[in-house]
């Protein structure tokens, strides 16, 4: 029987990642109650940053066998550029790992240099792995097709070997810069016309604007949030909704930067449903009070009539339910539970429902399909490249308006910000305005 010692390195990460998670799911299944909340608050991240590294560690083996190692058996070892390479590849991947971590230390009313730069590695990494990733099957798929009769001589297989690692830093270079330069930008603003079946026709052209996924935290803060407030406000929307994943952090750490929200003052109100992000915080209900001070209110699982300023008789039902990582994280009074959130709202009336999870959305149409719009987010539009495949798959709805059924749209934001890399590539952070069209 092989022993831990003996299994590869990579192996080895794999097993710790195990152990981990294992650990991640015990403390939410049996010890949660045993911990208080801020100890609970402080394992949760920690376990995750843990279960990261492990994870990454695999890749970041595979980095430095391909951008360090194969050098080292060349001519290329001997230079002077040598030294200077191998420790800016170390410092890279030092950084890509201390990212999560920078969750725990690191956040406060505008972002630390160290996040930013620790988050931009994380960025570059993710995009490096994957064009050695796709090299190497290229190559691979190139010498099976080719077969083996043909042999290629040292100074050639040894070119082609650098070629490999060369081309995908070069490529990943080049698109974390335009990468960067993307996120930078203000978000775009999307104008959407929505027809909304029973909408009123005192209610036409109501406009509503929706963000989603702002991330406050170690690389989004104040002066980002005041921009996107000023877009907001030279909208004029007559309602403001926030679909979750507002923060990445704790309400008093992180309360200076969240001060502009106090300046949305949209006339049928500004509200708020949780996000996975929030439940990650363990401190939702302090979120909900600073909210609150600011009049935005939260919807817990609840619903509000929108009364059409030209007629107290016409009105459409809004309501909101709590992200479904509440209950995978067994977080004590939440929990998805759509039946409480749609109580009194009646297929005589307009229902519009704000679930941040595509997923949600799909249950919540499942169970109730006179449901006329959902707003969602969570996708963030794949955010950067190469993780668009994974988002699409992983949600029934990947971004922008879909049609289900006869009467019933979904409207997925593709996010306002972005969650800790400070990139964007093959996506757009946005602002979405949202016309409801009365039949």
């Known amino acids: 029987m092989i022993s831990f010692k003996q299994l590869p390195l990579e192996a080895k990460a794999a097993v710790v990642a195990g152990l981990v998670f294992f650990s991640m799911m015990l403390s939410r299944s049996y010890l949660a109650e045993q911990f208080e909340l801020r100890t609970r608050r402080w394992l949760l991240r920690l376990q ?25 058996r060349s001519s290329a070892a001997s230079s002077f550029y040598f030294i200077p390479w191998k420790i800016a590849v170390f410092m890279f991947l030092a950084l890509a790992h201390s990212s999560f971590f920078t969750l725990l ?3 406060a009313e505008e972002p630390y240099f160290f996040s930013l730069a620790a988050y931009t590695c994380l960025g570059a990494y993710i995009i490096l792995i994957f064009f050695l990733f796709t090299l190497g099957s290229v190559e691979q798929a190139y010498k099976f097709l080719a077969g083996r009769g043909t042999k290629a001589g040292t100074g050639n297989k040894n070119s082609r070997t650098a070629m490999k690692p060369v081309l995908a830093v070069m490529l990943t270079v080049v698109l974390t810069i335009v990468g960067l330069l993307n996120a930078s930008r203000p978000p775009t603003v999307n104008s959407v016309e929505v027809p909304v079946h029973k909408l009123p026709s005192s209610m036409n052209n109501l406009k509503v604007v929706l963000l989603s996924d702002i991330h406050l935290g170690p ?5 980002k949030l005041a921009m996107i407030v000023r877009m907001v406000k030279a909208l004029k929307p007559d309602i403001t909704v926030i679909v979750g994943d507002l923060t990445d952090s704790e309400a008093e750490v992180i309360r200076p930067a969240v001060e502009p929200l106090g300046e949305l003052n949209s006339p049928l109100g500004t509200y708020f449903v949780t996000g996975n992000h929030e439940y990650y915080t363990s401190d939702v209900s302090n979120w909900f009070e600073l909210l609150k001070s600011f009049n935005i209110r939260p919807l817990h699982n609840e619903n509000v009539k929108i009364v059409s300023p030209k007629s107290t008789d016409d009105w459409f039902c809004l ?11 067994r ?6 539970d759509l039946k409480k959130a749609l109580r009194d709202c009646s297929s005589e009336h307009a229902i519009v429902l704000l679930a941040h999870q595509p997923v949600a959305a799909k249950w919540a149409l499942q169970e109730r399909p006179d449901i006329n719009l959902i707003l969602s987010g969570h996708t963030h539009g794949g955010q950067i490249f190469p993780l668009h ?13 879909y049609k289900v059924g006869q009467n019933t749209f979904v409207y997925v934001s593709p996010g306002t910000m972005y969650f800790g890399i400070p990139m964007r590539l093959g996506s757009r952070a946005e602002i979405t305005e949202i016309i409801l069209r009365s039949p």
């Open 48 to 72: 995750m940053a843990l279960f990261a590294n492990a994870l990454m560690l695999i890749g970041s083996l595979h980095v430095w066998r391909s951008t360090v190692t194969t050098f080292s």
């Open 105 to 107: 230390f690191l956040v």
């Open 219 to 223: 690389t989004v803060g104040k002066t």
């Open 319 to 329: 309501a909101g339910v709590d992200d479904i990582e509440a209950d995978v994280l």
């Open 331 to 336: 977080y004590s009074g939440h929990g998805m």
């Open 389 to 401: 495949a994974g988002a699409y798959f992983l949600n029934p709805f990947f971004v922008g308006l």
